[in-house]
């Protein structure tokens, strides 16, 4: 539009100059030089300033985000990941759904003693801004035959991480294999306390969100209660830092079943009336717990038949437990 506009101004203010040219015009040979070359310089002058216009208009395409959306308050994604066939497929589909969203840092956290330079190749290609942090999971729960603390360590390495160096936005822990509507990303960021939403597929009951009976929160629907003041998935909530960092003892416990109840409830003192309701006060679903298929290891190259070839570069690629 904005081009177009100014392709007619430029046309018109050229027109002008020739009709000024020939109405003063006395005829005489220096003038008309004079005039020719005024009308070169004219003409030099328009063409670099359109293809000025042009090469910028391409510059702001390419910019991801408008200059009003980098402005809006920042969101801290936590996700907590670990080694596994899966683990880049999964970092992969997150990374680009966080892509789409502006003034974000997302801080990846994998369950390991050491980073994987796969995991960084990877996070860089993506191109969201990130942190790559390893939080390993206590030997005792590791050995574990019973349920595990899975992402814990994680994500109370994720919450050090905004204590030391957020001040403001919005914190929330998105695991690396559910599944994420853009949108509750742009409707958390100005949560003022905590806010929760549904969360789809979590268990056969279909659905984990918060009751809301005449516009109040009235409880939680969930799968298992289990004693829980706040039976809620881990994808159902978000948190703002300024509360959280009001709160400097709020952790996640090593606690399977229990990891969301035991955050929120050291976030207290929180009234129900305090929770900010979303997608729709809670009539909407937005996000979803999934799951993916558990894969067995790749199995080893063989590099004898196919060594000098491209497998060779690919079998690198693989990440196995
Ligand atoms: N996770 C981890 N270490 C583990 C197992 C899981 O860091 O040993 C991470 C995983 O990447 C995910 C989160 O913790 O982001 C929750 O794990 P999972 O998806 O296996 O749990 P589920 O959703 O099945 O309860
Ligand atoms: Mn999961």
Redesign the pocket.
């Known amino acids: 539009m904005k081009g177009g506009g100014a392709y007619i101004s430029i046309g018109s203010s050229t027109s002008s100059i020739n009709s000024m040219g020939s109405g003063s015009g006395s005829g005489s040979g220096s003038k008309m030089t004079l005039g020719k070359s005024v009308k070169m310089y004219l003409t030099i002058f328009i063409a670099t300033t359109c293809i000025y216009m042009v090469l910028y208009q391409y510059h702001m395409s390419r910019e991801p985000f408008a200059p009003s959306e980098v402005g809006k308050p920042p969101l801290y994604i936590i996700?907590?990941?670990?080694r596994r066939p899966e683990q880049l497929a999964?970092l992969t589909r997150l990374g680009y759904t966080l892509k789409h969203v502006a003034n974000l840092l997302w801080l990846v956290i994998?369950?390991a003693n050491k980073t994987n330079p796969l995991v960084a190749h990877t996070l860089d290609r993506i191109g969201v801004p990130y942190e790559y942090m390893v939080a390993p999971?206590p030997e005792k729960y590791k050995q574990t035959k019973k349920a595990?603390p899975?992402?814990v360590s994680?994500r109370n390495r994720g919450l050090e991480y905004l204590r030391q160096h957020a001040t403001e936005g919005v914190l929330y822990f998105a695991?690396?294999?559910n599944t994420y509507d853009i949108s509750i990303f742009e409707q958390m960021r100005y949560i003022s306390k905590v806010g929760m939403w549904p969360v789809g597929l979590v268990t056969k009951t279909g659905v984990s969100s918060p009751i809301i009976r005449n516009g109040k929160l009235d409880g939680y629907y969930d799968g298992w209660i289990g004693g829980r003041k706040y039976p809620v998935d881990?994808a159902g909530f978000a948190v703002n830092i300024k509360f959280l960092r009001q709160r400097p003892h709020a952790q996640m416990p090593f606690k399977p079943g229990y990891e969301e109840d035991g955050f929120l409830r050291s976030l207290a003192p929180l009234d129900n009336d305090e929770i900010d309701l979303l997608a729709d006060e809670c009539r909407d679903i937005l996000t979803w717990?999934t799951?993916t298929k558990k894969n067995p290891p790749a199995q080893a190259l063989n590099k004898t038949r196919y060594s000098n070839t491209n497998l060779v570069h690919i079998d690198k690629l693989l990440v196995r437990p």
């Open positions: 996700t907590p990941t670990y999964e994998e369950d999971m595990k899975r992402g994680n695991d690396d294999d881990m717990h799951q």
